[in-house]
């Protein structure tokens, strides 16, 4: 009775929302809404239960590379404060697990959006899972401050997925979407390294803060934003935009600029001095950037059927 | 006989098994409605040919 006891007390067996937890919920939904816009903007209509399980299928893909994510950082999720919850870290879930669910998903996922939407569909899903753990996770990651730039690709395929569930295939809309988050993604995860100044160099993750210094990265971030701007404008005068996704894009834009602005005239002392308040404000002001975005497109789209929306 | 003693394992091994039992549930339900979608779509049984004729009784 005493050897059963402390071989339970041994053996740690995770619960169901550990494996949920694997699947990085908060970017899942972030995956859900960009994909869901691509979808429902898209000049072919689908089934609402095809749509549905499309939706769920990119979910899950997206959540499966989450999980080999947090498998290949085990050892760096260690020493972030950040990340230092996460299911494997804190002891819930075992390294192998984690690879053996993420795996499954991974095949699961891709299989079953190529059977319910389109195998082009499926293959785009099966390349953002590749993208996200060998190119991002396994390569640049650890090795390239530019980490963030090239990676954030993996983020910004979802909506050009579910785009490809209605169509089959690839539309210039669709791209500039993809340009839309790849380039919001640098100055986003940035400005994000300027206040959580010592997790990434306690991991030697070569953050551009780290390498290139902070100066540098507060640089970056403006000519990011800067370059974000006629990506996001030009989808207005694609055939997904209109005159409400013209009038939010000016306005987005503008105050997006002028956060970085104001990040780029900082020094550290100023920043130091107010902890960091405005690099905090232009992270939480780039979720709502992006999300504002995709609504407008999603209010144009929703407009449209009643003869509104577009141009 | 140490196996008939409830242990918190026991526990959450039951909350798991229990969740995996929902979720499975309902992927055979999605499962089952995507096969009828599929099947019942644009199929041979919806062409205009094989659409019921109107009858004079029927006006």
């Known amino acids: 009775m ?4 402390s071989v339970f007390e041994k053996t740690p067996e995770a619960e169901f929302g550990d494996f949920v937890a694997l699947l990085k919920p908060r970017v899942m939904s972030l995956v859900v809404f960009t994909a869901l816009t691509g979808l429902l903007v898209a000049p072919v209509s689908v089934h609402p239960l095809v749509g549905f399980a499309s ?27 950040r990340t230092r919850n996460r299911p494997i870290p804190a002891g819930k879930v075992t390294e192998g697990e984690a690879l053996g669910f993420g795996l499954a998903l ?77 380039m919001w993604t640098p100055p986003h995860f940035w400005a994000l390294a300027l206040f959580m100044k010592s997790d990434y160099a306690d991991a030697d993750v070569p953050m551009l803060t780290v390498t290139h210094g902070r100066k540098a990265t507060r640089t970056h971030i403006l000519v ?8 996001a404008l030009a989808l207005a005068a694609t055939s997904i935009g209109g005159p409400i ?15 970085a602005l104001r990040i780029w005239r900082r020094d550290e002392a100023t920043a130091e001095a107010d ?4 690099e905090k404000r232009f992270f939480g002001f780039s979720l709502s950037y992006l999300f504002l975005h995709f609504v407008a497109l999603l209010a144009e789209a929703g407009l449209a059927q009643f003869g509104w929306g577009g141009w | 006989m140490a196996f008939q003693e409830q242990h918190e394992l026991h526990k959450r091994r039951f909350g798991r098994n229990l969740w995996l039992g929902v979720v499975l549930a309902a ?19 919806t062409a205009p040919d094989q659409a019921p004729a109107e009858t004079e009784a029927g006006q």
């Open chain 2, 27 to 45: 992927f055979v339900a999605l499962v089952f409605g995507l096969t009828i979608v599929k099947v019942g779509g644009d199929g041979p049984d």
């Open chain 1, 275 to 278: 902890s960091y308040r405005a």
């Open chain 1, 106 to 182: 991974s095949g699961f996922s891709v299989v079953m959006l190529g059977l319910a939407a389109n195998w082009f569909a499926g293959a785009f899903l099966a390349f953002t899972i590749f993208f996200y753990v060998v190119v991002y996770t396994m390569w640049l990651k650890r090795s390239t401050p530019q980490n963030i730039v090239i990676g954030g690709a993996a983020g910004a395929f979802p909506p050009m997925i579910g785009w490809a569930v209605a169509t089959g295939g690839i539309g210039i809309e669709s791209v500039l979407m993809f340009m839309l988050i790849f």
């Open chain 1, 2 to 5: 005493t050897d059963t006891t």
């Open chain 1, 245 to 259: 996704y013209l009038a939010a894009s000016l306005v987005l834009n503008g105050l997006f600029i002028a956060g």
């Open chain 1, 224 to 231: 990011y934003t800067l370059l974000l701007a006629p990506f």
């Open chain 1, 55 to 81: 939706i769920l299928f990119i979910a899950l893909g997206g959540g499966a590379s989450g999980a080999l994510n947090m498998w290949w950082d085990a050892d760096i999720d260690r020493i972030m404060r």
